[in-house]
Nanobody
Framework: QVQLVESGGGLVQAGGSLRLSCAAS????????MGWFRQAPGKEREFVAAIRWSGGSTDYAASVKGRFTISRDAAKNTVYLQMNSLKPEDTAVYYC?????????????????????WGQGTQVTVSS
């Protein structure tokens, strides 16, 4: 069973930056796609970014495109989310997710139901 542990959240002022990390352990060789999702209080979980575990293909939500960058270090079994120009509306709990489902074999996915492994979440708070 793949296990995911996020880190790097915190409190930052608007316009600032944070880098989230997601360390994966277990049978990571079976993973196809990894993603970041977030959930703000009173709102539904939403897609943020995704990356093919084999490298290359990435996808971003329109609200973060140009400000956030997802990357992965295969040697460290770690995925990163670099967040720049943060806004108060980026405040949320950020979750790392991984998928070894056939639905993500060829492409990344924006649907949370296509990810079968989740981290515990890390809080990001952006003050105005």
């Amino acid at each position: 069973q793949v296990q995911l542990v996020e880190s790097g959240g915190g409190l930052v002022q608007a316009g600032g930056s944070l880098r989230l990390s997601c360390a994966a352990s277990g049978p990571t060789g079976s993973m196809y796609t990894m993603g970041w999702f977030r959930q703000a209080p009173g709102k539904e979980r939403e897609f943020v970014a995704a990356i093919r575990w084999s490298g290359g293909s990435t996808d971003y939500a329109a609200s973060v495109k140009g400000r956030f960058t997802i990357s992965r270090d295969a040697a460290k079994n770690t995925v990163y989310l670099q967040m720049n120009s943060l806004k108060p509306e980026d405040t949320a709990v950020y979750y790392c997710a991984a998928s070894d489902m056939t639905s993500t074999y060829y492409y990344t996915s924006r649907r949370g139901t296509n990810y079968n492994y989740w981290g515990q979440g890390t809080q990001v708070t952006v003050s105005s």
